[in-house]
C-alpha cells in the first residue's frame, strides 16, 4: 500500500513534531501535546497533524508519530479511491 504522503515529507513532519514536543515527559494526554507544541512556536502543520490524534494518552513519542502516520492514511484513502 503506497504511503499517503511522500517518505520525506513524512519523515519531516516527525522530526518537526518531535521537536515541538521535545518537553513532554510521557504518558501525556493530547492535550498537554497540544499545548506544548503551541508553547514551542510549532508550524500549523504540526498542530495539525496534532488535532487529528484521537483525544486520548498517548504513552510515548512512538505512539504519537505511530498515531499522526495512521491520521494521515486514513485521510488520504478517500482521495487515493476517488482518483483511481
Known amino acids: 500500500?503506497?504511503?499517503?504522503?511522500p517518505d520525506v515529507a513524512r519523515e519531516a513532519l516527525?522530526?518537526?513534531v518531535e521537536r515541538a514536543l521535545d518537553a513532554v515527559t510521557?504518558?501525556?494526554h493530547l492535550?498537554?501535546?497540544?499545548?506544548?507544541?503551541?508553547?514551542?512556536?510549532a508550524r500549523a502543520?504540526?498542530?495539525?497533524?496534532?488535532?487529528?490524534l484521537p483525544d486520548e494518552a498517548f504513552g510515548s513519542f512512538s505512539e504519537v508519530?505511530?498515531?499522526i502516520v495512521a491520521s494521515h492514511d486514513r485521510q488520504a484513502r478517500p482521495?487515493?479511491?476517488s482518483a483511481g
Not at 492535550?31 to 512556536?41: F, K, P, R, V, W
Request: with cysteine; glycine share 6%.
Open 31 to 41: 492535550g498537554t501535546l497540544l499545548d506544548c507544541a503551541e508553547h514551542s512556536g
Open 45 to 52: 502543520d504540526v498542530i495539525d497533524a496534532l488535532r487529528a
Open 26 to 28: 510521557f504518558p501525556a
Open 79 to 81: 482521495r487515493a479511491l
Open 1 to 5: 500500500m503506497p504511503a499517503s504522503i
Open 65 to 67: 508519530t505511530a498515531s
Open 14 to 16: 516527525i522530526l518537526r
